[in-house]
C-alpha cells in the first residue's frame, strides 16, 4: 500500500474525490504509453523478503517492533502482524553478479537481524511459507501491528464482509473455521521478486508470466502445513485469497472475484487493461490526502506519482501484479511475482528468484501472442494445480500433457539459461542457482516435501504441538546450515527441543484428538466408546459443540445394571466440569487434578473445546 496515510473511505465525498483521482491517473498513464516516457536500455530486479518471528519454544514471538528498534536498519521494515517482519532489497542492474550480490546481502541482512532478535528473549528468525507452529489464538487482533493503515485495512474488510471471514481447505487434512481479523492472511510469508519489464515487452511478457506461474510454483513450493494440518503443496495461494475473501455480501459483479487473485484473462494490447478491469471489478477502499492533478502535471512535462493507482493497486492481491515506479524522477513498469514463498534458504530463494527472471528473460518466439493461440484457464487450471500438488502436478502445457518435473528439466531449464546469457548474467551465477532448481526437480526434494515428510514421521513419535515445534526447530537448524533443501534428510530427531516439561504449557502435551457425545447420547454409546477406544473420559457438549458435563468410567459403574439404551448423557455427567486454558503448565495441571482428585481436565481455548489431558498422560510425562 505504500507510505501513504492511508485512511478508509466513508463518505461520498471521498469517494466520488477518489475515484476523480484514480480515473485520472489511468489517463495519465494512457498518456505516458503514448508518448513513451518510461526508462529504456536497463532492467532492475529487486525483492522483498518477509520473515517469521518465534521465541525459545520456536511459538510465534509477537515483539516485531522491539525487534525492529533493535535491528535499527532502514532495509526492515515492519509487517500486518507482530510475528512478522519484512526487509526491503535495494534494486540493482539486471546483469553480471546480481544474483550472487542478491544472495550475499540478504544473507548479510538476516544474519544481523537473527542475531539482534537473539538478544531480545531469545527470539529466532525463521524463512517459511507458513510458520509451523501457528496457532488460531495468535490470530487476534492484539497481535497487528498498532499502525493505523494495518487497523484501518482490517476494520474496512470486516465492514464489507458483514461477518466473519472463514477458512474451508481440503488437502490430506481437512481445515473449516472461522475468524474474526484478516491476521490469518500473516500467516503467509513471501519472497516477492521485482523484475523491470521494457514497455515494448510488457504485454507478451506480462502473458508469459502468467503462463509460467504454475510450473514455477511447483519446483518452489514450501507451505503444505497449516494449523498443525496438512493442505495444499503451496497452502498460502488458497489461504491468502480466504483470509480476505470479501464476497459474503456483495450482490454486485465488482465483488464476485475475490482480491487475491490470479486474473480473469490475458491482456490483449495494453497494460492499460489491468488497471480498467481493476477498477471495473473492485470498489475503492482506501484514500489519502491526494492534492497531484496526474494529467496536467503530465502536461507541464513532468512524471506524475499516480498516488491513486498505487493505493488502488495495494488493496488488490494479483500473484503477478503489474507495478508503476520511478527511478530518479524516470518512470518504469515493473511485474511483482508475489507466489514465492518465503524459504527454505537463502540459497534456495535466489535460486527461485534466477529460474523465474531466466525464464522470463528467455521467452521463446513460440509463446508470444499467447491471448491468441491459449485458452486462459488453461493456465489458471495449471497455477491451482501446482498449488495443490507441487512437484508431482500434471500440467496441460500448451496442448499436451507433462509432468512438473519433465517439464523444468527438459525446457524450462533451458529457457532460464538462455534468457540468463542473453542478459549478460555471470555463468557462475547461472551454473550455480540453476543447478539448485535441476536437483530439486530430479530428486522431488523441494521444502513441501521436505516438510510433509518430515511432519509424518514426527507425528507418530510425539503430539502433534510437540512435533510442529520440533519441525520448526529443523527448519532453523538447517537454514543457519544453508545448505539447500534438496540436501536436507527428513526431520527424524525429537531430542533438538530443550523443554523443561513440568513448566512446559499443556499445548504440547494434550491430545487433540477428542471424542465427545451429545447430551442427549444414549449413555450405550457412551459406553461402547469407552470400549472401543480404551479411554475413561467423554466430554459431552451441546448443540453448538459447548462442553456442558463430562462423563467418566466411574460414572459408568455407577449405573451398572440399569438399561443404558434408555439413559441419556445428560442424566449422568458432570455438570460442574474443572477446565484449565493450553496456557496452563503440566505442573499446574498435576497440581489441580491432585487438589481436586480428578482424573483428567478438559482444555478450553477462545471458548472451544480443544483437548483433553489425562493422569496416564501426567504419568508418562513427569518423574515420579
Given at each position: 500500500m505504500g507510505s501513504q496515510a492511508v485512511k478508509a473511505i466513508e463518505s461520498l465525498r471521498e469517494r466520488k474525490d477518489f475515484l476523480y483521482h484514480l480515473l485520472n491517473d489511468v489517463k495519465a498513464l494512457e498518456m505516458m504509453l503514448a508518448q513513451d516516457v518510461f526508462e529504456k536500455g536497463i532492467q532492475r530486479v529487486g525483492a522483498e523478503q518477509e520473515l517469521c518471528l518465534v521465541d525459545k519454544n520456536f511459538r510465534p514471538?509477537?515483539?516485531?517492533?522491539?525487534?525492529?528498534?533493535?535491528?535499527?536498519?532502514?532495509?526492515?521494515?515492519?509487517?500486518?502482524?507482530?510475528?512478522?517482519l519484512e526487509i526491503n532489497l535495494d534494486p540493482l542492474e539486471l546483469k553480471g553478479d546480481c544474483f550472487s550480490q542478491i544472495d550475499q546481502e540478504l544473507r548479510k541482512l538476516i544474519t544481523h537481524g537473527d542475531s539482534s532478535a537473539n538478544s531480545i528473549d531469545d527470539t529466532k528468525i525463521i524463512l517459511t511459507g507458513i510458520l509451523p507452529t501457528l496457532r488460531k489464538r495468535d490470530?487476534?487482533?492484539?497481535?497487528?501491528?498498532?499502525?493505523?493503515?494495518?487497523?484501518?485495512?482490517?476494520?474496512?474488510?470486516?465492514?464489507?464482509?458483514?461477518?466473519?471471514?472463514?477458512?474451508?481447505?481440503?488437502?490430506?487434512?481437512?481445515?473449516?473455521?472461522?475468524?474474526?481479523?484478516?491476521?490469518?492472511?500473516?500467516?503467509?510469508?513471501?519472497?516477492?521478486?521485482?523484475?523491470?519489464?521494457?514497455?515494448?515487452?510488457?504485454?507478451?511478457?506480462?502473458?508469459?508470466?502468467?503462463?509460467?506461474?504454475?510450473?514455477?510454483?511447483s519446483i518452489a513450493a514450501n507451505s503444505p502445513l497449516l494449523l498443525g494440518r496438512e493442505l495444499w503443496s503451496e497452502t498460502r495461494i488458497a489461504l491468502f485469497q480466504q483470509s480476505v475473501d470479501l464476497r459474503n455480501k456483495s450482490y454486485l459483479m465488482r465483488e464476485q472475484k475475490p482480491r487475491?487473485?490470479?486474473?480473469?484473462?490475458?491482456?490483449?494490447?495494453?497494460?492499460?487493461?489491468?488497471?480498467?478491469?481493476?477498477?471495473?471489478?473492485?470498489?475503492?477502499?482506501?484514500?489519502?490526502?491526494?492534492?497531484?492533478?496526474?494529467?496536467?502535471?503530465?502536461?507541464?512535462?513532468?512524471?506524475?506519482?499516480?498516488?491513486?493507482?498505487?493505493?488502488?493497486?495495494?488493496?488488490?492481491?494479483?500473484?503477478?501484479?503489474?507495478?508503476?515506479?520511478?527511478?530518479?524522477?524516470?518512470?518504469?513498469?515493473?511485474?511483482?511475482?508475489?507466489?514465492?514463498?518465503?524459504?527454505?534458504?537463502?540459497?534456495?530463494?535466489?535460486?527461485?528468484?534466477?529460474?523465474?527472471?531466466?525464464?522470463?528473460?528467455?521467452?521463446?518466439?513460440?509463446?508470444?501472442?499467447?491471448?491468441?493461440?491459449?485458452?486462459?484457464?488453461?493456465?489458471?487450471?495449471?497455477?491451482?494445480?501446482?498449488?495443490?500438488?507441487?512437484?508431482?502436478?500434471?500440467?496441460?502445457?500448451?496442448?499436451?500433457?507433462?509432468?512438473?518435473?519433465?517439464?523444468?528439466?527438459?525446457?524450462?531449464?533451458?529457457?532460464?539459461?538462455?534468457?540468463?546469457?542473453?542478459?549478460?548474467?555471470?555463468?557462475?551465477?547461472?551454473?550455480?542457482?540453476?543447478?539448485?532448481?535441476?536437483?530439486?526437480?530430479?530428486?522431488?526434494?523441494?521444502?513441501?516435501?521436505?516438510?510433509?515428510?518430515?511432519?509424518?514421521?514426527?507425528?507418530?513419535?510425539?503430539?502433534?504441538?510437540?512435533?510442529?515445534?520440533?519441525?520448526?526447530?529443523?527448519?532453523?537448524?538447517?537454514?543457519?546450515?544453508?545448505?539447500?533443501?534438496?540436501?536436507?534428510?527428513?526431520?527424524?530427531?525429537?531430542h533438538i527441543l530443550d523443554l523443561d516439561v513440568s513448566l512446559t504449557k499443556l499445548e504440547k502435551f494434550m491430545t487433540t484428538e477428542v471424542f465427545v457425545v451429545k447430551e442427549n447420547d444414549l449413555v450405550e454409546l457412551v459406553t461402547k466408546i469407552m470400549e472401543w477406544r480404551n479411554i475413561h473420559h467423554i466430554p459431552v457438549v451441546d448443540d453448538n459443540n459447548k462442553l456442558t458435563g463430562l462423563i467418566t468410567k466411574k460414572n459408568i459403574i455407577a449405573i451398572k445394571g440399569q438399561d443404558t439404551n434408555v439413559i441419556v448423557a445428560k442424566d449422568i455427567m458432570v455438570k460442574d466440569v474443572i477446565t484449565v486454558d493450553s496456557e496452563t503448565s503440566i505442573e499446574q495441571a498435576n497440581r489441580i487434578m491432585i487438589d481436586n482428585s480428578i482424573g483428567c481436565l478438559p482444555i478450553i481455548e477462545m471458548e472451544d473445546l480443544v483437548g483433553i489431558l489425562t493422569k496416564n498422560d501426567l504419568y508418562k510425562l513427569l518423574p515420579s
Open positions: 514471538s509477537c515483539n516485531a517492533l522491539e525487534v525492529l528498534d533493535k535491528i535499527n536498519d532502514p532495509h526492515f521494515t515492519t509487517e500486518l502482524a507482530l510475528f512478522n490470530m487476534v487482533f492484539k497481535n497487528i501491528t498498532p499502525y493505523q493503515r494495518y487497523k484501518v485495512l482490517n476494520k474496512i474488510l470486516k465492514d464489507i464482509r458483514g461477518d466473519d471471514f472463514m477458512l474451508k481447505i481440503k488437502g490430506v487434512d481437512e481445515l473449516i473455521l472461522n475468524h474474526k481479523s484478516i491476521l490469518f492472511e500473516a500467516c503467509n510469508t513471501s519472497f516477492q521478486v521485482h523484475l523491470q519489464i521494457p514497455i515494448d515487452e510488457m504485454v507478451d511478457k506480462y502473458n508469459w508470466a502468467q503462463a509460467i506461474a504454475g510450473p514455477v510454483l487475491v487473485s490470479f486474473g480473469t484473462n490475458w491482456i490483449k494490447k495494453s497494460i492499460i487493461e489491468l488497471y480498467q478491469d481493476d477498477i471495473v471489478r473492485y470498489t475503492p477502499l482506501l484514500t489519502t490526502d491526494l492534492e497531484e492533478d496526474a494529467v496536467a502535471k503530465l502536461k507541464k512535462g513532468e512524471i506524475p506519482k499516480l498516488e491513486a493507482i498505487g493505493i488502488h493497486n495495494g488493496t488488490i492481491y494479483r500473484w503477478n501484479r503489474m507495478c508503476y515506479g520511478q527511478n530518479n524522477g524516470v518512470p518504469h513498469m515493473r511485474i511483482e511475482n508475489r507466489y514465492i514463498p518465503s524459504g527454505p534458504t537463502v540459497k534456495d530463494e535466489v535460486a527461485n528468484a534466477l529460474f523465474w527472471i531466466g525464464i522470463m528473460q528467455g521467452i521463446p518466439d513460440k509463446y508470444r501472442n499467447l491471448n491468441d493461440s491459449t485458452p486462459f484457464n488453461e493456465v489458471k487450471g495449471n497455477f491451482i494445480n501446482a498449488a495443490r500438488t507441487g512437484i508431482n502436478t500434471y500440467f496441460n502445457w500448451f496442448g499436451k500433457g507433462v509432468s512438473a518435473r519433465r517439464l523444468i528439466l527438459e525446457e524450462l531449464i533451458p529457457i532460464a539459461r538462455d534468457g540468463l546469457r542473453k542478459s549478460k548474467i555471470n555463468e557462475d551465477d547461472i551454473n550455480e542457482y540453476l543447478t539448485i532448481i535441476e536437483k530439486r526437480a530430479e530428486s522431488r526434494h523441494t521444502g513441501s516435501q521436505w516438510l510433509k515428510h518430515s511432519n509424518r514421521i514426527l507425528k507418530k513419535k510425539m503430539t502433534k504441538d510437540i512435533a510442529n515445534a520440533t519441525l520448526t526447530a529443523h527448519l532453523y537448524k538447517n537454514q543457519k546450515g544453508g545448505k539447500p533443501v534438496h540436501e536436507w534428510k527428513i526431520a527424524k530427531d525429537n
